[in-house]
Structure formats: structure tokens, C-alpha cells
């Protein structure tokens, strides 16, 4: 059975740092596409980063670009999110999601995470 499960979230100040870990297991996730996404209260999941797959290359919302850096460790089948620069509107839920293809990630066939708070205060 596949499970992500998410941790690092938490309330930190504007301008500060987090680390979300997303920890895998079920299977082999090194040729999956891995990433996030964030939910924030009263607006739909919007994508955050991902990778496409094995050798593929990195993807993010402009949103985050050059403040959030995606990685993966393959050996711990960890995928993680490097938060810095936090602004009040990265407030949200964080969920990792899994799928065989980045076409298909973030839509019906993708795996997902029960979700981590992130609160960042002005």
C-alpha cells in the first residue's frame, strides 16, 4: 500500500524557514514524479514544485520560484521542500503527491499525502 506522509510544517514568522519532509513507502519512488502542492483556506490545491521523474528535470510555481528549492533522496525515499523567504501568503496546507507520470500528478491517478500546516505570521 503507498503512503506519503508529510512532516515539518509548523508557524513560523514572515521572512523565516521551514523544511517539509514527504517520507514514501509502498513501493520504488525513484522513477516516480514526486512534488507539492498547498491548499490554502477557501482557494483549490495549486501546485507548489515537483520533479518530473528519474533524470527529469524540476519544475515550480512562480509563486515560489527562487525562495522554495525542491530535492529528493532516492536511497529514503524522502522527497523535501525548502522553504525560506516565507510570506504570509505561503499560508497553506502542504501535500506531497506521488504519480507514475508529472502529466498525470496532481490529477486522479496521483498518490497523496494527509497534508501538513504551514502558518507563516506577519
Known amino acids: 500500500q503507498v503512503q506519503l506522509v508529510e512532516s515539518g510544517g509548523g508557524l513560523v514568522q514572515a521572512g523565516g524557514s521551514l523544511r517539509l519532509s514527504c517520507a514514501a513507502s509502498?513501493?520504488?519512488?525513484?522513477?516516480?514524479?514526486m512534488g507539492w502542492f498547498r491548499q490554502a483556506p477557501g482557494k483549490e490545491r495549486e501546485f507548489v514544485a515537483a520533479?518530473?521523474?528519474?533524470?527529469?528535470?524540476?519544475y515550480y510555481a512562480d509563486s515560489v520560484k527562487g525562495r522554495f528549492t525542491i530535492s529528493r533522496d532516492n536511497a529514503k525515499n524522502t522527497v523535501y521542500l525548502q522553504m525560506n523567504s516565507l510570506k504570509p501568503e505561503d499560508t497553506a496546507i502542504y501535500y506531497c503527491?506521488?504519480?507514475?507520470?508529472?502529466?498525470?500528478?496532481?490529477?486522479?491517478?496521483?498518490?497523496w499525502g494527509q497534508g501538513t500546516q504551514v502558518t507563516v505570521s506577519s
Open positions: 503527491a506521488a504519480d507514475h507520470a508529472y502529466s498525470g500528478l496532481g490529477r486522479r491517478t496521483t498518490y
Open positions: 509502498g513501493r520504488t519512488f525513484s522513477n516516480y514524479a
Open positions: 520533479f518530473s521523474g528519474s533524470g527529469g528535470g524540476t
